[in-house]
């Protein structure tokens, strides 16, 4: 009886731990892009800035790298890591 009992509780994990795998690689790509949905993101992203030309090249740029956009025209930038890290020489965010 333990022995049947040992080889469910087996089962359950590993089962478990495919589900979670699943769930995390689901969670991780939830921002990625693919290139050419860029521009659209970023023509978003730089909408409310009196600034557009250097936010959409930046953008573009950082979209490209990143293959992430964060949502929204300001902020919200902890969605997406790399784009959020990614800095100048200066230390000052690289990415709007």
Known sequence: MAGGRSSYAALILVLSLVLL??????????NKLRPQD??????YRCSA????????FFCQKCCAKCLCVPAGVYGNKQTCACYNNWKTQEGKPKCP
């Open 49 to 56: 800035t009196s600034h557009k030309k250097p936010c959409m």
């Open 21 to 30: 795998i699943t769930f995390a690689d689901v969670a991780q790509g939830y």
């Open 38 to 43: 860029c521009k659209p993101k970023c023509t």
